[in-house]
Each structure stands twice: as structure tokens, then as C-alpha cells.
């Protein structure tokens, strides 16, 4: 089981779009998929429930809850956990013994890159992060790669010390998808498929650690 932790203690960095985004790919090639809300607010649980009725559900599971990990199905493929907002450094710690690999979403803004540093610089010094036992993408969130601010933005991504493993186009789709339980990766257009590609990156990352 390939376990994936999103989180950032900024809040509004796109999380939850993350989390349901990548669950839909997974659920579209056949893996089950469960998604852990962890966050008290619930968009991620919510939108497993509008998704349920579809061909490729992703099962929901409420990650609030102190025994969440007994709860969870045998069988489960890939499990991604949606983190609480304002997450701290050492409430990452306590997830790290069950993951694979933390992705932290980030905005191309001088104001979020600012607000996320010392979340980052906290994860980096975490023991199993250290030694190699977790792994950390930054994922490059909301990019409008037209504009020189994102352009300046990214380059500043790839000084942080994990590797940027996702550039994701900003897109008003994710919002009106998120409404409907949708993703990306439920739609052919070609449109849909360009913005696809965004994520290639990234799931070649994750697939390098099971």
C-alpha cells in the first residue's frame, strides 16, 4: 500500500485539491483508493461522498477521528491523507510512521512562500525525514506560468530543500470539479488532458516509491 500524506500548516495552498485530484487518478486505474479527512473542515470527505456514485468512487474515511488507522479496509491500494489545517512540524511526526512520502502544496506568492518556510525547514529536520525513510515533494500549486511572479515563485520552489515534483496550472476547473466530486482525470477533452500533463511528474515520483 502506497501511503501519501498532503499537507502544509498555510492554509488555502490547494490541499484538498491535491488530495482529490490524486485520489481520482488512482481510483481511475483501478487501485482502491482510500482518502483520509483529517482536516475538521471536510471538503475532502464531502466530495468522496458526491463522487460515490460514479464508476471509480474513492472511499471516504474521517481522519479527525484518534483510531482512524484501524479503520482502515483490507485491500486498500492507496491511502492519501487530507492533513488538518495549520499543521505543525511535529504533528507531521506522528503521521510519518504509517507514510511514504509527504507532497506539500504550495502558492506562487511571496506570502505564501514566506508563510510555508518554517513549516518546511521543521519537516526537513524530522528524524525519518533525515534519514531518508519518508519522502517530500514540493508541489508548485495555482501556477500561472505566463506571469513573472510565478516564473520568480518557482525558482524559489527549487532552492527549498525538497525536490518541486508537480507544477500545476492554476485552473477555475478544479474548483467546478471539486463541486461535483470530479477531477481532472474524469474528463477527455483536450483541455482536460493538457492539464493531465501536470501531473505527470509527479505520479512518476510517487510510482518510484511503490
Known amino acids: 500500500m502506497l501511503k501519501i500524506l498532503v499537507a502544509n500548516s498555510k492554509g488555502g495552498c490547494g490541499k484538498s485539491t491535491v488530495a482529490t485530484n490524486l485520489a481520482a487518478h488512482y481510483a481511475q486505474d483501478g487501485k482502491n483508493t482510500l482518502l483520509v479527512d483529517?482536516?475538521?473542515?471536510?471538503?475532502?470527505?464531502?466530495w468522496c461522498e458526491k463522487r460515490a456514485g460514479y464508476s471509480t468512487p474513492v472511499l471516504p474515511l474521517a481522519g479527525t477521528r484518534a483510531d482512524?488507522?484501524?479503520?482502515?479496509?483490507k485491500g486498500t491500494q492507496r491511502l492519501i491523507v487530507d492533513a488538518p489545517a495549520a499543521i505543525r512540524p511535529q504533528d507531521v511526526d506522528a503521521?510519518?510512521?504509517?507514510?511514504?512520502?509527504?507532497?506539500?502544496?504550495?502558492?506562487p506568492s511571496r506570502f505564501d512562500l514566506e508563510a510555508s518556510q518554517h513549516f518546511i525547514d521543521g519537516v526537513a529536520a524530522l528524524a525519518r525525514v533525515k534519514r531518508g525513510k519518508v519522502a517530500v515533494g514540493i508541489v508548485a500549486n495555482r501556477?500561472?506560468?505566463?506571469?513573472?511572479?510565478?516564473?520568480?515563485?518557482?525558482?524559489?520552489?527549487?532552492a527549498l530543500p525538497f525536490p518541486v515534483v508537480a507544477q500545476i496550472r492554476d485552473s477555475q476547473g478544479y474548483v467546478l470539479m471539486a463541486g461535483l466530486g470530479r477531477s481532472i482525470f474524469d474528463y477527455a477533452s483536450e483541455a482536460a488532458r493538457s492539464h493531465q500533463e501536470d501531473w505527470n511528474k509527479l505520479l512518476r515520483w510517487l510510482k518510484k516509491l511503490g
Open 38 to 46: 483529517a482536516d475538521r473542515q471536510g471538503s475532502s470527505q464531502s
Open 68 to 73: 482512524w488507522r484501524s479503520h482502515v479496509p
Open 95 to 107: 503521521f510519518l510512521d504509517d507514510i511514504d512520502a509527504v507532497l506539500i502544496p504550495i502558492l
Open 143 to 158: 501556477l500561472k506560468p505566463w506571469t513573472t511572479a510565478s516564473q520568480l515563485a518557482l525558482e524559489e520552489m527549487k
